[in-house]
Nanobody, 122 residues
């Protein structure tokens, strides 16, 4: 079993930056892709970004492309989401997911965190 804990969320003004972290514990999973997703109130969960096991390949949702950067440090079992030029529409609960299905970007993930709230004020 893998446990994922997100951190780094908070309140930020539009145009600001945040770095989210996702710490993993339990069974080693560094060979799987991982991803970040978000869900705003009343909206469906939205894909944000994915990264393959080595960090050499990344994939982003259209709404965050050019503003967000996903990365991972397998030695620390931690994944990151650098968020720049934040907009009010980025406000959501952000989840990390791990244990990505084969293929990239994965079409499913085995493990999910509880989420960290990001609120962007205008």
């Amino acid at each position: 079993q893998v446990q994922l804990v997100e951190s780094g969320g908070g309140l930020v003004q539009a145009g600001g930056s945040l770095i989210l972290s996702c710490a993993a514990s339990g069974r080693a999973f560094s060979t799987n892709a991982m991803g970040w997703f978000r869900q705003a109130p009343g909206k469906e969960r939205e894909f944000v970004a994915a990264i393959n096991w080595s960090g050499s390949n990344t994939y982003y949702g259209d709404s965050v492309k050019g503003r967000f950067t996903i990365s991972r440090d397998n030695a620390k079992n931690t994944r990151y989401l650098q968020m720049n030029s934040l907009k009010p529409e980025d406000t959501a609960l952000y989840y990390c997911a791990s244990g990505g299905a084969p293929g990239f970007p994965p079409n499913g993930y085995a493990y999910w965190g509880q989420g960290t709230q990001v609120t962007v004020s205008s």
